[in-house]
């Protein structure tokens, strides 16, 4: 378990360093031009050089790359160019609003699809199954913001059951995980269906329906424990995605993020803060799969085995 987590470790480390410059190389081929931004459409020639200047954006691309890694391993993530503030304290000041919705839309989308792909497993073949996987496929089809918009204009428009926008209560969270768990759990409920059909047809659940177990028990004590072993790698992937992929519901509902940080920063070329999100995202995937390697061995005694 020790030689797992450090050759993770060495791994993220690879990962990380692959990452930020492949963005910082990104970032760099850009045509908008941030001291140009950060000056005004007004500014003078002069200013916009003396802005570069001062941002170190007139050195070559791997003098730039050099000291930005440089102030990455004294844990420093840059100063934000619009905001003038360090980066790690603006990503540290949003990433518990994050958390908090990557947190409901992991619940939302892995209940609704467990349900919806233990149904669809039960009843395999018939109406059901084909109204559960059709219904799946649009989940998984449909823009982010079409299912924003359409559950803002039902819940909080025509009912007013919840708020537009905003962020402290429960009332808040529920319209965006819930976007964020319905467009996820249709890979879950396909995921779940798979899984649980291939379980059910196993020797040990011919075995325990002989021996006379309600349908119930054999499908929630042997048959779903059995198939949780994909979600959970599916789970460790989607901390990482709703990390860096809220930015179109956070827009949305005004939920005060970092998925609405790097919005921000994308609309000022503020490098730094694209750089800091982007890092941090990769950083939980990262740690989002070491985790489901962790507790995947914790599950399914075969792993540990082996």
Known sequence: MAFLILRRLIQTALILFGVAAITFLLLYALPADPARMIAGRSATAQTVANIRHELGLDQPL??????????????????????????????????PATLILMAAGIFVEVMLGLLLGVIAAVRRGGTVDRVVMMASFVGVSAPQ???????????????????????????HVVLPATTLGILGAGWYARMVRSAMIDVLNQDYVRTARAKGLSSARIIFRHALPNALLPI???????????????????????????????????????????????????????????????????????????
Do not use: C, H
């Open 145 to 171: 913001f079409v299912a924003a918009l359409l559950l803002l204009y039902v819940f909080a428009v025509t009912l007013a059951w919840f708020p537009m926008s905003g962020f402290g209560t429960f009332a």
């Open 232 to 306: 959970i790698a599916m789970i460790g992937i989607d901390i990482g995605q709703f990390m860096s992929g809220v930015v179109v519901v956070e827009a949305v509902y005004g939920w005060p993020g970092i998925g609405q940080l790097a919005w921000q920063a994308i609309q000022q070329v503020d490098i730094p803060i694209i750089m800091g999100v982007t890092l941090v995202s990769a950083l939980a995937i990262v740690l989002g799969n070491l985790v489901a390697d962790l507790i995947a061995p914790l599950i399914d005694p075969r792993i540990r085995a082996r």
């Open 62 to 95: 791997l003098s730039q790359f050099w000291n930005y890694l440089k102030g990455l391993a004294e844990g420093n993530l840059g100063r934000s160019y619009a905001q003038k503030t360090d980066v790690g304290a603006l990503i540290a000041a949003r990433l």
